[in-house]
């Protein structure tokens, strides 16, 4: 049973890790962000925020099968699950040991908290969702590392130069205090195993409420010697002092105990939920305050805890639900193109990373504290890293709850990032008359226009064309503040409604500034004007 | 795609190569060849110009006129192609070298017994959309030539440029420097910063960075440059050329149908600013470089030989 499991869990974390690498231009994999909707935890936030029922649909399925099989799903499919697994055979890990304190209420304040605020409209799941969690730590942290191992194979190994993970080297903002974060996470290991599941997992925590009634049950036969072996071994510390007894809302049915067992004692067989008559009992207790959680008798989540949860994210909320453009007036917040309004975007955003494994340019990093605590680990441009592409529309296909709504490469000319603007104090045509036109040519929108001052043509940017790209500041010579910066202002940040067009939103005149002074004459005689 | 080929396409594109090579084989080609070298030997150089008949059959004619592939492209020779695949532009568009003309370079090459062709391009756009947009990624794919997008500096290495005037060293893409037959393939376009975009400017996409050029004054820079990177043979195309908006476009495209070839960088680069309009000699660096003996840039010194 072990085995099988081991099997089912390798092919699927093989597949997470297939998906992840097919996350790239050119996109052609309609399922890419799959294991996103695997997690009610993500869903609940575009079906709360966004428009959008059909995210629901994966995760209440995952939810349904839970009902009948336990929490099934953290063992055989969770990636964060298998990330933790690997991790742990190469850190180390401790058994069981009698008498170790556990925090098994962590979850469920967890998700109670999540929860509250997000009833109040504050998103605080992508900090302790699994998939988006585990997700970041592959794009952050070993999609750069992979990237630089795959080039160095390429120098020694030329037939495998036809493959390649990136266009070009790619590294993100945040990448290494992330995966110290995320190591620290797999070092808890070493007081007992899963520490992340077992204890701090929210969705870990709706999946042990949900799969209380679990059929799948544990059968320990007569042969058993009392040795305690299951005990100390099971991952999940859900195997109490009475051998016989487990705990359905912690086992993940890894089947470890099977195979561990040295008189076969165990077997998982479809039975009657065991805890069906307790639930009640249960849940009277944990009302009238009693040391008991409704779900799970062990835990030690009380009442006291779950007004604890909900006060604390209230309190959360109401700090940090406040007017973003007012507390951060960031000029240099570039958001991704037709991301939704800023607070529906922080809402809605789930920060799984899907957006920045995949932009082709790299330039769209992670937020550290430039959208403040609210909107950190969003997407956002940083030109100087790479610019938005004008025949690109990645990121807005892969999101997968739609806080980046699906645009095409039609609509790149419509969609507003930003504006650029030309520093006249270090341009080299405004500060040193050079004969740079470095943003006119690379412009994929014709957004800077010539116009003759003081004898010399100068570049001006066109704000009708002009979508904040960034190839321009990306690519300007004067270094390493470019002369030409885009900043947020007049960016499009509107929820597209059913019928509407991006070219409806911002239609592009027929004659613009650009169109009148379109190429200056250089200093030969340019014949076309 | 409409630059996608299919079978009929192919069979009478090989026909006209065919046919081609064999009218310019019957019609004896030792007298022209004859022209070209007194011309060069005079020290006049020598543009062929082609401007009837298909892409394919044009470029075969100019390069034969200037003495065949085999005069550039020894047996088991490497040889480099560089194509000028700045942007994710269509052909249509013009802002890219007309994959017709590459391929045709690559089947000339292979025809003349090259060990192997490959193509290198720095794009100003992402690599994959430039190379998948211009068509020409198609046209290595199907001839099986590497297309190399030279963004990484391991493909550099750092040259000095004893002639410059303010260019001292430049990172240059290694292959290019070190290939037997080195073969430029600019399209002529206009250019917002240096006037016009040919062969000279196309050795910007061989560098690492272009933006010292800009900093430092570019035309200078693109005659300093020309010094070092020495092309065996240039071909221009002329098919389709853009007037405004260059170098990226869109922008007006006229479809002049001309194929030019030369051995001298300069000379070329003159009879694609007359073409674009362009006195030759005001174009700084095309003036500059004649100045500094690269080639020549009057044309009453060239001599344009009309195939």
């Known amino acids: 049973m072990k085995t099988r499991r081991r099997i089912v869990q390798l092919l699927i974390f093989l597949l997470f890790i297939f998906i992840f690498f097919k996350t790239t231009y050119p996109y052609d994999e309609r399922f890419v962000n799959v294991f996103m909707r695997f997690s009610p935890l993500n869903s609940v936030f575009p079906a709360m925020f966004g428009s959008v029922g059909k995210y629901l649909l994966i995760s209440a399925g995952v939810l349904v099968l839970t009902i009948f099989l336990g929490r099934f799903f953290c063992g055989w499919v969770c990636p964060m699950g298998t990330t933790i697994d690997i991790g742990e055979k190469l850190t180390g890990s401790s058994d069981n040991k009698k008498g170790q304190k556990k925090f098994g209420w962590i979850r469920y304040f967890l998700l109670v908290f999540i929860l509250a605020s997000a009833a109040l409209g504050l998103n605080t799941a992508f900090m302790f969702e699994p998939m988006s969690l585990s997700y970041r730590f592959y794009t952050f942290c070993i999609f750069p590392a992979a990237d630089i191992f795959w080039r160095f194979l390429q120098t020694r190994f030329d037939s495998l130069s036809s493959v390649s993970l990136s266009q070009i080297p790619v590294s993100y903002v945040i990448g290494v205090p992330y995966f110290f974060v995320f190591l620290g996470i797999i070092l808890l290991g070493r007081y007992y195993r899963r520490f992340w599941c077992r204890d701090l997992c929210p969705l870990g925590a709706l999946f042990s409420i949900f799969g209380r009634f679990s059929v799948l049950q544990k059968k320990v036969s007569d042969a058993c010697t009392g040795c305690g072996k299951c005990t100390r071994k099971c991952k999940m510390g859900a195997i109490p002092e009475d051998y016989r007894d487990f705990s359905v809302t912690d086992c993940i049915y890894c089947f470890d105990c099977v195979k561990e067992c040295p008189v076969k004692a165990i077997s998982f067989k479809v039975d009657k939920p065991k805890d069906l008559n307790s639930l009640i009992p249960d849940m009277t207790k944990f009302i009238k305050g009693k040391k008991h959680s409704p779900a799970d008798v062990s835990s030690g989540f009380t009442r006291r805890n779950f007004l604890e949860a909900v006060g604390f994210g209230a309190v959360t909320t109401m700090v940090l639900k406040r007017d973003h453009q007012k507390i951060h007036p960031n000029q240099r917040l570039i958001r991704p193109p037709a991301a939704l309004p800023e607070e529906q975007f922080n809402q809605t955003c789930i920060r799984c990373g899907e957006c920045m494994k995949t932009c082709l340019t790299n330039g769209l990093q992670p937020c550290v504290t430039e959208a403040g605590v609210e909107g950190f680990m969003t997407p956002r441009l940083i030109p100087a890293a790479g610019y938005c592409e004008e025949k690109c529309e990645m990121c807005g296909e892969i999101c997968p709850t739609g806080a980046i709504q699906k645009f095409g490469v039609a609509d790149k000319p419509h969609i507003k990032l930003g504006l650029a603007n030309i520093n006249r104090s270090t341009c080299l045509v405004w500060l040193r008359e050079e004969d740079c036109m470095v943003c006119d040519e690379h412009c994929s929108y014709r957004a800077i226009y010539w116009k003759e001052v003081q004898g010399k043509f100068r570049p001006y940017v066109d704000n009708e064309r002009c979508v904040g790209c960034g190839m321009c500041e990306n690519k300007c010579p004067v270094k390493p503040e470019a002369a030409i910066t885009v900043q947020s202002q007049g960016e499009h940040r509107v929820k597209l409604q059913p019928g509407q067009t991006w070219a409806q939103i911002n239609p592009i005149p027929e004659q613009t500034k650009s169109d009148k002074f379109h190429d200056r004459p250089s200093n030969s005689d340019m014949p076309y004007k | ?307």
């Open chain 2, 1 to 307: 795609m409409s630059d996608g080929i299919n079978r009929r396409d192919l069979l009478i594109k090989a026909a006209a190569l065919g046919l081609s090579v064999a009218g310019i084989e019957l019609l004896s080609n030792t007298d022209l060849l004859r022209m070209v070298e007194t011309a060069e030997a005079a020290g006049k150089p020598v543009v062929a110009v082609a401007s009837k008949g298909s892409v394919t059959s044009m470029v075969v004619k100019v390069v034969d006129k200037l003495g065949g592939m085999s005069r550039f492209v020894k047996k088991g020779a490497k040889v480099v192609i560089k194509p000028n695949i700045g942007w994710a532009r269509n052909p249509e568009q013009a802002a890219n070298t007309n994959p017709q003309v590459v391929e045709t370079l690559i089947s000339l090459c292979k025809k003349a017994g090259a060990s192997s062709v490959s193509i290198y391009e720095f794009a100003c756009d992402s690599s994959v959309m430039t190379f998948r947009d211009s068509g020409i990624g198609e046209v290595c794919t199907r001839t099986s030539v590497p297309l190399i997008s030279a963004h990484e500096s391991k493909y550099y290495t750092k040259y000095s440029v004893p002639r410059g005037k303010i260019l001292k060293q430049v990172d240059a893409v290694k292959a290019i420097m070190e290939a037997d037959c080195f073969i430029n393939v600019p399209v002529v376009k206009v250019h917002g910063g240096s006037g016009v975009s040919l062969a000279m400017k196309n050795h910007m996409g061989s560098i690492l960075d272009r933006g010292e050029f800009h900093r430092k004054g570019l035309h200078q820079c693109i005659a300093d440059l020309a010094t070092i990177m020495r092309p065996h043979l240039n071909v221009a195309d002329a098919s389709r050329v853009l007037l405004t908006h260059g170098p990226k476009g869109p922008g007006q495209v006229r479809k002049d149908n001309k194929i030019f070839a030369s051995t001298d960088i300069v000379a070329i680069d003159a009879c694609g600013a007359k073409l674009l309009g362009f006195e030759p000699m005001r174009v700084d660096h095309i003036r500059m470089a004649t100045e500094m003996g690269i080639g020549q840039g009057d044309l009453a010194k060239v001599s344009v030989i009309e195939v």
